[in-house]
């Protein structure tokens, strides 16, 4: 299929007016625009233009607040709390990060969570917010019940992910950013749009079984990468970014949501590491020593993870980003339509 290309500016402008018709404030309508933009430079599909229309059939179904203001909450300690108001995360994230950076800087760690948000978006663009400023980050949230436990044979854990980010001076942060499922569940919603088979061990079927059918796992469940070990990880992230900061699980999410259609609504935790604080009075600078670790990981051979990433946007942003005919005509669609666009 032939593509377009269009500018990051052309880009932004034009997802940005589609959120603003279909109701969304200034406020949130950039900050969608941004991680969604990011995605497609990024050439992360599954995180890109793909996610509009599952943020305004939440809009329309009125299960988020499009036009709320997050309240942002900072005393001495080293907890920052942003009240999203039912809103998307985003603009709550964005809102937070400077109070966070600041606590951060201060006590040489500091946390952030975010609750009352509608959350649908990769967490890489806010992780690399924050080694931007010289931080190191790590973030996760639950999601809709949608992954089996290992062993199990029913949805029960989301598909839970988890960043984490290492500042690079002069260079792209160390980052990564993954679902504790086998794959993410806009992967498996790829793969049914363009009617191609999963790959074995993504997910089971409703009765239990293992099955490559698209259309099948996302009626059924999917899986936690890496068997006991991913079940493991999301357990404890239900546990930190649900429980522990007092909103919803998975489970609750999808119960108070009743659909896996729209983005669901739940909380999110941010922790933020000075390393020149942890490492004071030892010897050796943390980054130099950083440095000779991915020096020694890519002497190897090996990749470190990001790096498909960010040479997609070393390209993407010279020589602009690629959309299919039936992309461009879908964005121009809800350009025109707005939430009428949407069956």
């Known amino acids: 299929m032939h593509q377009n290309t269009i500018s990051h500016t052309a880009l932004t402008e034009l997802v940005t007016q589609i959120f603003e018709r279909c109701s969304l ?11 969604i933009v990011a995605g497609e430079r990024d050439a992360c599909k599954s995180h890109g233009i793909y996610r509009i229309e599952g943020c305004l059939r939440t ?47 201060t006590l040489g760690i500091a946390a952030m969570v975010i609750n009352d948000c509608t959350h649908f978006a990769a967490l890489w663009p806010e992780i690399e917010m924050l080694t931007d400023q010289g931080l190191a ?27 984490f980010g290492w500042p690079r001076k002069g260079q792209n942060p160390y980052v990564f950013d993954f679902a504790t499922s086998v794959a993410a569940r806009g992967e498996i919603e790829l793969h049914r749009r363009a009617g191609t088979p999963l790959p074995e061990g993504w997910a089971i079927a409703p009765d239990g079984t293992p099955t490559t059918d698209p259309e099948a796992a996302l009626a059924g469940a999917m899986l936690p990468f890496g068997s006991h070990k991913g079940s493991a990880i999301s357990t404890m992230i239900e546990l930190l970014a649900g429980i522990m900061i007092g909103d919803q699980t998975s489970p ?10 729209l983005a669901p609504a739940h909380g999110e935790l941010i922790i933020a ?17 950083a440095e000779q670790l991915f020096e020694a990981i890519l002497g190897q051979g090996a990749r470190l993870p990001s790096q498909r990433r960010f040479a997609a946007r070393a390209k993407t942003m010279e020589h602009g980003i690629p959309l299919t005919p039936d992309e461009v005509k879908g964005l121009e669609r809800l350009l025109d339509l707005g939430l009428d666009a949407l069956n």
């Open 252 to 261: 609750e999410a999808l119960e108070a949501l009743g659909t896996m259609s």
């Open 25 to 35: 404030s200034p406020l949130h309508a950039a900050a969608l625009t941004r991680v």
């Open 59 to 105: 809009i329309k179904a009125g299960k988020v607040a499009a036009r709320a203001v997050p309240v942002v909450e900072s005393d001495n300690s080293g907890i920052v709390r942003v009240e999203a108001k039912r809103g998307f995360s985003n603009a709550a994230f964005e809102l937070g990060v400077p109070v966070l950076a600041e606590r951060c800087r």
């Open 273 to 289: 590491f000075d390393p020149t604080r942890f490492a004071a009075g030892r010897p050796g600078d943390p980054m130099a020593r």
């Open 137 to 163: 980050a790590m973030a996760m949230c639950p999601s809709y019940a949608s992954v089996a436990p290992s062993g199990g044979t029913k949805p029960l854990m989301g598909t839970n992910p988890f960043a």
